[in-house]
């Protein structure tokens, strides 16, 4: 049965509407509707019979010195509108009915439906039995065999793929049915796994993209080359292990690690039978697996020219200027963290002579041998274990994980089981950073990598619901697979990029990657794990915001400037003593450094609607550096760092500040002692944020405090260019991110940057 309010926004009072002596019960009410469903052995409800005629009878009340007058159960009747047998669209959940706007109700492809029945081991057990007695009776006359089903306290949840028509049938035929809606994504991936949908997978129909659109390199076991799933989005396909000349994957990861790079959600997608690719994929195989050949430990010496060969392999085998981000997630542990000549190659790389590359790196995970204890000791425990090589590498887009998967299979082997880690915390198998400088923030950023279900005797990684669908290497016996881990955030970062650059084709590498950090938040669950600074060195910069970059990289929502700071300039000056013979020059060339300052002027539509609303500000410096051939330190040719004029600070002041040749001096010529005012109270701070070639920070405060033009300033720091006299008039590209939002949304307000001003430093 079914309560309808008058008003959607009328909540009902749930309790006043069950008669437990008639064994009327509430199953639940509907979020979007505000209709509440009744199991009921009859239509009668005689109990609501007699309060509804008593609600026609108005009743004389004392209430206080005075008397009024009311009908009886307003609270429990006054809001209903109808009480009627539930229809179809009572039952429908939300996820059903979200489909059903995009296909209709005329679709014949077999879908995953969870069915909500009477029974649950806290009912007489012979609700639960007729419940399965039912159910599977009508299951037998569509040809179907016994359904999963799962026992929860208060009902019995069957798990069946069927038809929208078949389902119209089977609801109509039993009177056990509360609720039905699709599975959720985590279930779905648990009921896949279980029961692999073959002929769907054969006739998937997959879209290939544009003939130009980017690509994401996999850096891995190669890829099953003919898995329908995968066939039609694959660009190309190589090896470069010696002696072994296939590209084909016999050992499963490679087709991974591109499944869940092609794919946001495949669940969905096999749902609706058919995709299209935004994207192209690329494999080139560098191991057969994990510790053997290549992969082997005594190989380490060669990875670094594997890389490089790999990456080079990647760029030849077609003209053009494709835009490519790299996903590598072969790493491997080191302890203590150094930097290794691995992590060199793909700074190198990444920095391509000022070009840029886009590698997405895994962070690495927790060893296997060590996941219980880790798991058990969350999430204190991952401080032990430090990102693997060559995940420190400063070019590198280091990607750690997190999760929002808490859902544990709906299976009694899980009775006795817990998640380890909260929705929206960090995942228990990450590995994460060194907070001592001069180590950078690592990870940059967080992406999904699943959870960990753990007993008091195991820790569980492979949870069918707390790992993610993707494809398989055997795709005629077993094509679909989990994948999990920083492996699965190293994809899911790599396919975030390109998505990216479909939007904008001509950013920069290092543009995309300042965007995915500076559309990145922290969760409420992280921010309440850990404190500042270690929130920073486990989580990065938080989890990429995918529509916020995309509306960033569109110029909607953001102002980003792609620039070049110049290691020298040359400017003539007069010598300081003048030349003795005519003939010679009274003048001589000088290296002088500049920085550039822009001058950002606040929006006066904000500051004037309410200067006391909240705002989120947000800065983001992104660059590749080129490092130097000494391996037991970091050294760049030339670094970058940013800061900004603050709230109470005049532009001559902030000038003052970041330059010192700019400070008043004395009769004496020495400098005037002066105390400065400072920046923005930023989250992070200039000393942290500058360690790295990747630097963001937010501030948010009242908009009052952005009045004015505000100048931002990027300086160069010296590095080993200064030593080579060929680098004077080498430029560093960078590019320069900055957004103005309402606090908590991401609705930015559009800025302009004036033209960049250079001054001599």
Not at 378 to 403: C, M, R
Not at 714 to 725: E, H, N, S, Y
Request: hydrophobic share 40%; proline share 8%; with cysteine.
């Amino acid at each position: 049965m079914a309560v309808r309010p008058s008003d959607p926004r009328f909540s009902l009072d749930a309790k006043t509407l069950a008669d437990t002596s008639s064994d009327v019960r509430v199953v639940g009410t509907d979020p979007d509707t505000g209709v509440v469903l009744l199991d009921a052995p009859g239509p009668n409800l005689e109990r609501l019979r007699e309060k509804s005629a008593e609600y026609g009878e108005l009743k004389t009340r004392k209430k206080g010195d005075g008397t009024t007058t009311s009908p009886p159960h307003v609270a429990a009747l006054g809001p209903v509108e109808q009480i009627s047998v539930a229809a179809d669209s009572d039952l429908a959940g939300v996820r059903l009915r979200e489909w059903s706007k995009g296909h209709g109700g005329g679709d014949d492809r077999k879908l995953w439906f969870e069915l909500a029945c009477r029974g649950g081991y806290r009912n007489p057990p012979a609700w639960s039995s007729t419940s399965r007695g039912q159910i599977n009776r009508q299951l037998a006359k569509f040809g179907h065999s016994v359904a999963q089903d799962f026992e929860a306290p208060e009902e019995l949840s069957f798990f069946v793929r069927l038809t929208t028509e078949e389902l119209r049938a089977l609801v109509a035929s039993v009177d056990c049915i509360f609720t039905y809606d699709l599975v959720p994504p985590e279930t779905l991936t648990w009921l896949v796994l279980k029961d692999v949908p073959r002929r769907e997978i054969r006739e998937f129909v997959l879209q290939p993209p544009p003939k130009d659109a980017p690509a994401v390199v996999v850096l891995d076991t190669g890829i099953s080359t003919e898995h329908p799933l995968l066939k039609n989005a694959i660009l190309h396909a190589s090896s470069i292990i010696p002696g072994v000349p296939s590209v084909e994957d016999t050992h499963g990861h490679g087709t991974k690690m591109a499944g869940a790079a092609l794919y946001a959600d495949l669940g969905s997608e096999l749902l609706a039978g058919r995709s299209q690719a935004n994207h192209w994929l690329q494999s080139v195989r560098i191991l057969v697996a994990e510790g053997v050949g290549t992969g082997a430990p005594e190989n380490r010496p060669y990875w670094p020219k594997m890389t490089v060969d790999a990456v080079s392999t990647a760029e030849t085998t077609e003209a053009g200027d494709r835009r490519r981000a790299y996903a590598l997630a072969v790493t491997f542990p080191i302890s203590p963290l150094t930097p290794t000549s691995w992590a060199q190659a793909v700074d190198q790389l990444a920095f391509n002579e000022g070009r840029g590359r886009l590698f997405c790196v895994s962070a690495g995970n927790v060893q296997a041998e060590k996941m219980f204890a880790t798991a058990t000791a969350y999430p204190d425990s991952l401080f032990q274990w430090k990102i693997h090589e060559p995940a420190q590498g400063n070019n590198a887009l280091t990607v750690g994980a997190y999760t929002d998967k808490t859902s544990l299979p709906p299976d009694l082997d899980y009775k006795e089981a817990r998640p380890v880690a909260p929705l929206g915390g960090a995942a228990p198998h990450t590995t994460t950073g060194v907070l001592e400088p001069p180590w950078p923030i690592k990870p940059d950023v967080v992406m999904e990598g699943g959870n960990i279900a753990l007993t008091e005797t195991i820790a569980d990684t492979s949870a069918d619901t707390m790992v993610s669908l993707t494809t398989g290497h055997r795709h005629l016996t077993n094509p679909l697979a989990s994948i999990s881990m920083t492996s699965e955030a190293a994809a899911r970062a790599a396919r975030m990029a390109v998505d990216i650059w479909k939007e904008d084709p001509s950013l920069r590498p290092e543009t995309v990657r300042g965007l995915l950090v500076h559309s990145a938040s922290w969760t409420g669950a992280m921010r309440s794990q850990f404190k500042e600074p270690d929130l920073f060195h486990v989580c990065g910069y938080g989890v990429p915001d995918l529509e916020l970059a995309r509306a960033c990289a569109a110029d909607r929502a953001t102002v980003v400037v792609e620039d070049a700071m110049p290691n020298f300039v040359i400017k003539k000056q007069p010598k300081k003593k003048p030349p003795r013979k005519p003939s010679t020059s009274p003048v001589e060339d000088v290296r002088k450094r500049i920085m550039k300052v822009f001058r950002m002027p606040a929006p006066e539509e904000l500051l004037l609607a309410d200067p006391e609303v909240a705002v989120e500000l947000r800065v983001t410096l992104s660059y590749f550096a080129e490092p130097s051939t000494f391996r037991t330190r970091v050294e760049h040719g030339l670094d970058l760092k940013w800061d900004m004029q603050g709230p109470q600070e005049s532009e001559e002041e902030f000038l003052e500040r970041l330059n010192d040749l700019l400070r008043p001096t004395d009769d004496r010529g020495k400098k005037v002692k002066k105390k400065y005012k400072k920046s923005f109270p930023w989250e992070i701070g200039i000393q942290r944020r500058s360690r790295g070639t990747v630097q963001s920070d937010r501030w948010s405060g009242k908009a009052s405090l952005l009045a004015g033009a505000k100048l931002i300033g990027v300086v160069p720091v010296v590095g080993w260019w200064d030593r080579r006299a060929e680098m004077v008039g080498k430029e560093l590209p960078f590019s320069l991110i900055i957004s103005i939002a309402a606090a908590g949304i991401y609705n930015a307000v559009k800025v302009a940057l004036a033209a960049p001003v250079t001054i001599e430093v």
